[in-house]
């Protein structure tokens, strides 16, 4: 006889990285693939903007994350890890949405590398142009 955890789910994107978060009703650590947030994101800036969101909501330690992130870089992926936080605080609390709708921490950011052209260098650099 096994008991289902109860979980709040979120999925967090940012540039190319996915985040699945899992919040626990329970205090407990944040863990990334496995391992602790300090492991997985070692710089200090990283672990800052992963935690906005409970600082925000005041909400720091009342949960257990678990989350799989994958692609992207380090920098995406902290981005991606803190959208999907912040969705499934949306999802446990629905009106933890005023002060999370105001630090822009649901909105997916749309910002990603351009493409690039044929003729180019890269996305808009384009060879010297020489007069003579």
């Known amino acids: 006889m096994t008991m289902q955890q109860q979980y709040y ?4 994107r940012r540039k190319s ?5 899992r919040l626990y009703m329970e205090s ?4 990334v693939n496995g391992k602790p947030i300090e492991e997985a994101f070692p710089w200090d800036n990283w672990q800052r903007e ?9 909400s720091g330690g009342q949960f257990r994350v678990v989350a799989k992130v994958s692609g992207g870089g380090v920098t995406g992926q902290a981005g991606a890890l803190r959208h999907g936080i912040s969705r ?3 999802e446990a609390d629905p009106a ?3 002060p999370l709708k105001r630090a822009g921490m649901l909105t997916r950011d749309p910002r990603v590398k351009e493409r690039r052209k044929y003729g180019l260098k890269k996305a808009r650099k384009a060879q010297q142009y020489t007069k003579r």
């Open 28 to 31: 407990g650590p944040i863990v």
């Open 50 to 58: 992963i935690m906005e969101p409970f600082r925000i909501t005041q």
């Open 96 to 98: 933890l949405r005023a």
């Open 9 to 12: 789910y979120g999925t967090g």
């Open 88 to 90: 499934a605080l949306l």
């Open 17 to 21: 990285a996915v985040a699945r978060v």
